[in-house]
């Protein structure tokens, strides 16, 4: 039995040396690629490096940010915004304010989404594409002329008081009244919760949004949920219908069938719709600036409003990069909760007298 020699060409050498690429492919691969780097360095990440530099400078807003006299301060713009004094003030509202948007928002657009989807969804619906379109219509409306609308909808003498009055009501002063939700009328702040947090007191930590937020955050909910619905949509349409048939055969019912089969496989989409939420609902700023710039009493401030208004209107460019700053870390935190709750687990493994995981 003769042996003979494997012979190795130059290219399968290259393909090996490049991880299964040869040279010549990925030399075209970064040429086309190329302009897009180059975009996104000059239009992204310099901007981005610029402004980390002006959160640390003395900036003034005068002249070139790498001027010669721009000086270092460190972390004093982002110590000013814990060390007290109106600026922590303003910060801790905004926050809160966000916070609370945040919590009730993200919920409720993500299963009024999975609601819409299921329905529009099923085959005995009639005009399901006209459903579906208008659905969706409010997320391709301009941010500004919905804004306005709202502001219709929901003044003193709107849509929104009328319908009220119709059934008894009194509809409040929407976007002028900054008494907080969760007060429920309540004027005076307990004993227990007249301590602070960033220059805010307990007692307005757990009140809630004002109305004025109040009537913001349905006005998120509206123009998102068309856009997270077709998310739940397509993803419904990909789920194969034979599991969900098993699943009836074996007689589990219509909840049964949606908790523990549907839901499950619609994860990476139930990740993806969350994940914009967070990120979405903690960058508010074009309902803010053109419905109240953070009035009433400012129970619609918001990081983002506030660093634009600390930039450019007080030229405090430097706290106002802070804030910047500080909200993109927020974002990433915020955004690393659902991918911890929303992880693949193991399942339990049970034994004889113990469960193992």
Sequence with gaps: MSTGTVTTTPDVKARRHHGGVNRRDATAGWLFTAPVIILLGLFLLVPVLL?????????????????????????????????????TSDFGIALKNNLWYVVLVV???????????????RENVK???????????PSVTSTVAITVLWLFLFSTTGAINKLIAFFGGTGPNWFNDPSAIFHFGATTTPTALSGSFLGVTWWDWIGGPSVAMTAIMAMAIFTTSGTFMLLFLAALQNL???VDEAAEVDGATGFQRWWYVTLPQLRPTVFTVVTL?????????????TATQGGPAKTTLTP??????????????????????????????????????????????????????
Aim: with cysteine; aromatic share 16%; net charge positive.
């Design 127 to 137: 005009g399901r594409g006209v459903f579906r379109t208008a659905y969706y219509f």
């Design 240 to 242: 194969s219908p034979e």
């Design 304 to 357: 983002a409003y506030l660093s634009y208004a600390t930039s450019f209107g007080s030229q405090n460019w430097g706290v106002g990069a802070a804030i910047a700053f500080v909200l993109f870390f927020i974002i990433i935190v915020f955004t690393l909760i659902p991918r911890w709750f929303l992880r693949e687990r193991k399942p339990r493994q049970f034994t004889i007298g113990k469960a193992t995981s």
């Design 107 to 121: 919920p409720i657009q993500t299963m009024l989404a999975m609601v819409l989807a299921l329905l529009v969804n």
């Design 277 to 289: 939420g967070l990120i979405g609902c903690w960058q508010v700023f074009d309902q803010i600036y």
């Design 51 to 87: 402004a980390l530099w002006v959160s640390v400078s003395d900036w003034t807003g005068r002249g070139s940010p790498l001027s010669s006299g721009v000086n270092f301060v460190g972390l004093e713009n982002y110590r000013s915004l814990v060390a007290g004094g109106l600026t």
